[in-house]
């Protein structure tokens, strides 16, 4: 969490929406005006216009201190917190939300944090809720040093997201592969996970 609050400190802040998240979002949870959405480590909210835009009560939980009052400056009629969403924390409660994203937030913890927060974001998901997840990084991929010096960092094969995912019903996943090519010199693989999991 501190390698974290250290980058947005020194000015990272991206700005704009992910495709791949916008895309699962509007195939599978079809966000309505009203409804609940909990992001676990939005940054400094990259997505907050994409669901404000859809007229949802957008909840977000970080770890950095630094991001939050960011966007609680940008973003004054929706709702941040600073704290760790592996954690108990007691954050929301159970049922409270229709759908929660993760952007990539959730691999730079161990695999038994990770496991922990799933468990949470199935207690706080309505029954027919979705939880999806975006750029989970994969065992497959070739560029490690893409996070070094960004504390840990979890890379997942099929068999690490169905054991994350007992209990629930995968309705997409897909594997992505995203070749670098450098001349003759280097081919190099970013390869990720997106997964669609509902309550």
Not at 128 to 138: E, R
Not at 167 to 172: D, E, F, L, S
Not at 176 to 184: I, K, L, M, T
Request: glycine share 10%; net charge negative; proline share 6%.
């Amino acid at each position: 969490m501190n390698e974290w609050e250290a980058q947005y400190a020194a000015g990272l802040d991206p700005r704009w929406p992910f495709t791949d998240l916008v895309s699962l979002v509007m195939r599978h949870a079809k966000p309505k005006p009203g409804d609940r959405v909990l992001e676990l480590g939005p940054g400094t909210g990259a997505n907050v216009p994409f669901f404000a835009s859809l007229g949802v009560e957008y909840i977000g939980i970080d770890g950095s201190q630094t991001a939050v009052d960011m966007l609680q400056a940008r973003y004054p009629d929706h709702c941040f917190w600073c704290g760790d969403f592996t954690q108990d924390t007691d954050y929301l409660i159970p049922g409270y939300v229709n759908l929660v994203i993760d952007r990539a937030s959730m691999p730079h913890n161990t695999i038994e944090a990770m496991g922990r927060c799933i468990r949470l974001v199935h207690r706080v998901l309505r029954t027919g809720g979705h939880f999806i997840a975006v750029d989970w990084f994969s065992t497959e991929d070739t560029l490690p040093e893409r996070f070094e010096g960004l504390g840990t960092v979890t890379r997942l094969d099929l068999p690490d997201i169905e054991r994350l995912f007992k209990g629930w019903t995968i309705v997409a996943l897909e594997h992505v592969n995203r070749f670098q090519e450098g001349g003759w010199w280097y081919r190099r693989n970013i390869a990720t996970w997106n997964i669609v999991a509902k309550k």
